[in-house]
């Protein structure tokens, strides 16, 4: 069941350092509960860019890997610095360096993470931030041509 988000009467949200992109989605919860729908649906509709990550048993994203972006989705939210203090900077480029990241890898990405938002019910001014920052981001780990 979606969270319920607080949306600012005119909807034109920007983050503060009072009013922060984690405090707007509902805290640790319910990011690290983005972050498994964002798993949920590259499994389901992503095949391709599941099998980069590790899988369990049953041929979905483990839970480590969904574990760890929940906590880097935190802090990259502006929530406690989880991730760093147990996995230490994170390094994205670094970390994705071996994974052949191109147009099609970075929009099934983006893909994959549209859905997640639409089944937690992200909405206004906080989805027209998350989907820029996303995009940025994405875009940014492109590393390969195509």
């Not at 949920?40 to 369990?56: I, S």
């Not at 802090?75 to 991730?83: A, M, R, T």
């Amino acid at each position: 069941m979606p969270v319920e988000l607080k949306v600012a009467p005119s909807d034109d949200w920007v983050p503060t350092l009072d009013d922060t992109p984690y405090q707007r989605i509902g805290g640790a919860d319910a990011v690290m509960a983005l972050a498994g729908a964002f798993y949920d649906a590259m499994d389901a509709h992503e095949p391709v860019l599941a099998k980069l990550h590790e899988l369990d048993e049953q041929g979905r994203v483990n839970g480590g890997t969904r574990e760890r972006f929940g906590l880097f989705l935190i802090g990259w939210l502006g929530g406690p610095q989880h991730y760093a203090e147990r996995h230490g900077h994170p390094r994205l480029r670094m970390r994705h360096g071996h994974v052949p990241v191109d147009l099609s890898m970075r929009d099934a990405w983006l893909r994959a993470m549209g859905k997640a938002l639409d089944a937690r019910g992200v909405t206004g001014g906080l989805r027209r931030f998350l989907d820029d920052r996303f995009a940025q981001v994405a875009d940014f780990l492109r590393n390969s041509e195509g």
